[in-house]
């Protein structure tokens, strides 16, 4: 079957479910979210095989250690897929929520309640743990998904997804609610975001260039996540003690994740006390720093940064770091390179903290946190879709709400419009 018909059959197929699964009940999805966690764990061995195909496959062909990383599955791993599932279903469903509701002075009346968006493409790379949340969240919020996950991935990709769909359809789910493109052409993922009329919305998750080339290309409408140049800025009124702490978490943590620190930003009268110590850190953790000037001359190991580097998102153990004059240089700084993912300012003083907080332009603003916090479960939403950086529909990380759309009920008794 060529590519272009393997998409369309499996959206057809998604597009069916999806009105039967948009009144499906919340008993009968949380039955079947459970049933998934238990499938996962039951078949552990079979989804590790696939896992160790496409681990043995990618460390051949060269792939970066932070990659490997988020490719591998471990039992613990496969655990945490699972209980993210079982959290899902203790989630409250949102469908049929009443947002809103008002009776007009011509007796008709009017609510508005969440509905499921309809049919969901998600398009993703080397993280098959994305597979099982993604299909729990939108099987929980009403949608039929189509996965189409990397091609690195494929092995363990195709074996989770296919354990999740007949865990789900065999507690009663539509069969086709859950959909995997099990082909590496790339055409697929141009065919699926011009699958107008039967795709709803796709959802890239991964590095900047997978998520521009989907925003940019895709007919059908596109909810932009994840890419995540974050900054944490050391202001001249902070505990150094504190900052170096926060720093230190939001780059070497998990350096991986889009949430991590890529650039960090230091405030002129502080460095002396900072600087040094937290260069330090650094070098003890192997993180590889790309300086200006002004940090060059606290350490020889210092690496001059580039104008490309300020708008990097290295997704490993390197780091910008920049000195700067004042909080507004920081903020301007941050307007010019962030992403509008999540940034940090670390102070004692109230107002700095205020004015960065309600001047900053990003979907999470943190004082004195690390900026590894914006993730949905770390939020109390339970597992996440992504963490959206545009402004229409959701920011931030999107859960069970955020894949809802509304819908208007309109009663009355005869009235007719004047």
């Known amino acids: 079957m060529a590519t272009y018909e393997l998409v369309q059959a499996?959206?057809?197929?998604?597009?069916?479910?999806?009105?039967?699964l948009a009144v499906t009940s919340t008993a009968v999805?949380?039955?079947?979210?459970?049933?998934?966690?238990?499938?996962?764990?039951?078949?552990?061995?079979?989804?590790?095989a696939a896992n160790e195909r496409d681990m043995t496959a990618a460390a051949a062909k060269g792939m970066k250690s932070s990659m490997l990383d988020r490719l591998k599955l471990?039992?613990?791993?496969?655990?945490?897929?699972?209980?993210?599932l079982r959290q899902v279903a203790g989630l409250a469903d949102p469908v049929g929520n009443v947002i809103d509701g008002k009776t007009l002075p011509n007796g008709l009346h009017i609510t508005k309640i969440r509905v499921p968006?309809?049919?969901?493409?998600?398009?993703?790379?080397?993280?098959?743990?994305?597979?099982?949340?993604?299909?729990?969240?939108?099987?929980?919020?009403?949608?039929?998904?189509?996965?189409?996950?990397g091609?690195?991935?494929?092995?363990?990709?195709?074996?989770?997804?296919?354990?999740?769909?007949?865990?789900?359809?065999?507690?009663?789910?539509?069969?086709?609610?859950?959909?995997?493109?099990?082909?590496?052409?790339?055409?697929?993922?141009?065919?699926?975001?011009?699958?107008?009329?039967?795709?709803?919305?796709?959802?890239?998750?991964?590095?900047?260039?997978?998520?521009?080339?989907?925003?940019?290309?895709?007919?059908?409408?596109?909810?932009?996540?994840?890419?995540?140049?974050?900054?944490?800025?050391?202001?001249?009124?902070?505990?150094?003690?504190?900052?170096m702490k926060i720093a230190f978490n939001a780059k070497v943590q998990r350096p991986s994740v889009c949430n991590a620190m890529e650039t960090l930003l230091v405030h002129k009268d502080i460095a002396d006390k900072f600087l040094p110590m937290m260069l330090m850190m650094y070098n003890s953790s192997a993180v590889e720093i790309r300086g200006d000037e002004a940090v060059q001359e606290y350490s020889g190991q210092v690496h001059p940064a580039t104008e490309e580097d300020w708008s990097t998102e290295y997704g490993d153990l390197r780091l910008s770091v920049k000195i700067v004059d004042s909080i507004e240089e920081a903020m301007a700084h941050i307007a010019k390179y962030g992403t509008g993912h999540s940034e940090c300012i670390v102070t004692d003083n109230y107002q700095?903290?205020?004015?960065?907080?309600?001047?900053?332009?990003?979907?999470?603003?943190?004082?004195?946190?690390?900026?590894?916090?914006t993730d949905g479960?770390?939020?109390?939403?339970?597992a996440e879709i992504g963490i959206s950086t545009q402004k229409l529909h959701a920011r931030g990380p999107m859960a069970l709400p955020e894949l809802t759309s509304t819908k208007y009920l309109i009663n009355g008794n005869g009235q007719v419009r004047k």
Do not use: W
């Open 29 to 48: 999805k949380n039955a079947a979210l459970l049933a998934m966690a238990a499938a996962l764990e039951a078949k552990q061995s079979e989804i590790l």
């Open 74 to 84: 471990t039992a613990e791993r496969i655990s945490g897929m699972a209980d993210g």
């Open 117 to 149: 968006l309809g049919v969901i493409g998600i398009i993703y790379e080397a993280r098959p743990n994305v597979t099982a949340d993604a299909a729990g969240l939108c099987l929980k919020s009403g949608n039929a998904v189509i996965l189409k996950g």
């Open 352 to 373: 700095a903290a205020q004015l960065f907080q309600y001047t900053v332009d990003a979907a999470a603003v943190y004082v004195n946190a690390s900026t590894r916090f």
């Open 151 to 243: 091609s690195e991935a494929m092995e363990s990709n195709k074996t989770v997804a296919a354990i999740l769909a007949q865990a789900a359809e065999g507690a009663g789910i539509p069969a086709g609610s859950i959909q995997f493109i099990d082909t590496s052409d790339r055409q697929a993922v141009q065919d699926l975001i011009h699958m107008n009329g039967l795709v709803d919305v796709v959802i890239p998750r991964g590095g900047a260039g997978l998520i521009q080339a989907v925003v940019r290309n895709a007919s059908v409408p596109v909810i932009e996540t994840g890419a995540g140049v974050c900054h944490t800025y050391v202001d001249k009124d902070a505990n150094v003690e504190m900052a």
């Open 10 to 20: 499996k959206a057809q197929a998604a597009k069916q479910a999806a009105a039967k």
């Open 377 to 382: 479960n770390e939020f109390g939403f339970g």
